[in-house]
Structure formats: C-alpha cells, structure tokens
C-alpha cells in the first residue's frame, strides 16, 4: 500500500505542473481568440469591410489559433507533436487539393468584396448573361437576367472579363 501511494505521488508531482500549465495555454488562448476577434471586426468596420468577410476572417482567425492552441498544449504535456504538425500539413495540403475549385471560388469571392469592381444593383455582362447584381456572396453572385435568377461562380467573375454597364 505505502508503495502505491509513493507511486502515486511520483506521478502526481510530474502531471499537476502539467495540467496546470495546459490549462493556462488554453486560457491564454481563449483571451487571444476573443482579442483577435475584436480586432478584426473594428478594423473591418473602420474599412468598411462585407460582414461576410468580416465573419469568415473571424473565423478563420479562430480556428488557426484554436489548432495553434492545442498544438501547443500537447506539446506541454509532453506528446511529440512533430507527426501532428507533419499531419496537419498532409492534411491541409490534400483537404485543398480536393477542394480546389470551392477555395478557388471562397478567394475569389473575398477579394471581389475586398476591392469591389461592382456593386449590388449594378448591370453586368458576363459569358452571355448580362443582368442586375441581387447579391454577392463568398462562394458566387447572383443577377437577375430578364426576371431570371442566374448563380454565377465567384472564380468565373474574377478569371473572365466582366463588362459593368451601370
């Protein structure tokens, strides 16, 4: 029995300084999430950033630094994290490989709400559809083509020539 106990205070005093410190990293990262996040959205309505954008650097800010985060908190507890970080990357590379025509379409979005070569309301032509812009979205744009609703992808707006006639 006093070896059991013994035991289990050897270990004790190696774990506690650990969780503790782990528990500390999630919390610092738990204010640095809510600080970036604050951030972000005044500097987006100082620029007078879409919402949408607004919304998906938010949360693209806080799944980087939530990976980042335990990331961190397995290295502190004493996980070898280099295969993690060789697997994230694997990860990533084959998630965006098979995804490369929405994240094609994601980009092209942001950046055509970023610099803004045409506005909700204006009447564009592109690849044969000519109509008023209803909406810009991340992914594609919709007009209104003669009382018809056209979804267009955001790449094809950015990649092909657009006439804004208004």
Partial sequence: MENLIQYLFDEGSLWVPRVIGVTVIFIVFFILIKIIKRIITSAAE?????????????RASNV????????TAFGTLGINVSALVAGLGLTGFAIGFALKDAISNLLSGVL???????????????????????????????I??????????????????????Q
């Fill in 112 to 142: 055509i709400l970023l610099y803004r070569p045409f506005k909700i309301g204006n009447r564009i032509k592109i690849s044969g559809y000519e109509g008023i812009v209803v909406s810009i979205d991340l992914r594609y744009t919709q």
């Fill in 46 to 58: 100082r620029l007078k950033f879409d919402r949408d954008l607004t919304a998906l650097l938010v």
């Fill in 144 to 165: 209104d083509s003669e009382g018809s609703k056209v979804l267009i992808p955001n790449s094809k707006l950015f990649t092909d020539p657009v006439t804004v006639l």
């Fill in 64 to 71: 980087t630094l939530t990976i980042i985060g335990f990331v």
